[in-house]
């Protein structure tokens, strides 16, 4: 699990130190509400569902599934009444570029969160365009989940032998980023691997820089 401070800092750690950050203590087993006030990054398992349609791809964005930090995440204890008045979708966390698409259908089930992410037209947006179309072609396939923590349970000793050490039961949605490795969201594409347009001409603004260029040095700059 990372953690972004309200300073834009990302910090990772094990749970313990995931508990500092919510200013709780692990003193005993049980459900705890959360004091900090910090925005987790999670990289949850997810997946492209076979169905895709020509407006955009039906994605699970979390579900209940123990991640490589032992940590699960209840599909129950999502709120997203206010991710729904701005229902981004980021570039890899990134909250200093535009985003390059949004959600829609939003819903919950016990296999865990969905929705349908449309990506940003060519026209107006020939980088969010050029992601969505590395997500069609299959070579990007990670996404991650931004939330804030609302209420944690601490398992006991007999519920923590499949490797649990927390469980979100209670998290308020933040964003959606699309992310080359949803655990290391600054590991990112060089300037000059970044893929070019059909055209082969690469994908240009109305000046004539390519816009390749533009966003990439932002990228990497974090």
Excluded at 41 to 61: D, H, K, R
Excluded at 115 to 142: H, M, Q, S, T
């Amino acid at each position: 699990m990372l953690v972004r401070t309200k300073k834009g800092e990302f910090h990772t750690g094990d749970t313990l130190a995931l508990l500092d950050f919510l200013g709780v203590s692990k003193k005993s087993a049980g459900i705890q509400k959360i004091t900090g006030d910090v925005e987790l990054i999670a990289n949850v398992p997810f997946q492209l569902t076979e169905t895709e349609g020509v407006q955009g791809y039906s994605w699970t964005l979390s579900t209940y599934d123990l991640d490589r930090y032992g940590e699960r995440i209840d599909p129950q204890g999502w709120d997203f009444k206010r991710y729904l008045r701005n229902p981004i979708v980021e570039w890899a966390h990134r909250f200093d570029i535009p985003a390059i698409g949004k959600i829609e259908g939003l819903t919950v089930d016990e296999q865990g969160l969905h929705g349908l992410v449309i990506f940003n037209d060519k026209e107006y947006d020939p980088f969010g365009w050029g992601i969505g179309e590395r997500v069609k072609a299959g070579v990007i396939r990670a996404g991650s989940v931004g939330f804030r923590a609302v209420e944690i349970e601490i398992p006991s000793v007999a519920d923590s032998k499949d490797g649990t050490t927390l469980i979100f039961r209670k998290q308020e949605l933040l964003e959606f980023s699309i992310c080359n490795v949803p655990a290391n969201p600054w590991a990112l594409v060089k300037p000059n691997a970044l893929a070019k347009s059909n055209d082969g001409l690469g994908m240009m603004n109305v000046e004539g820089n390519t816009a390749a260029h533009f966003w990439s040095g932002l990228i990497n700059n974090l």
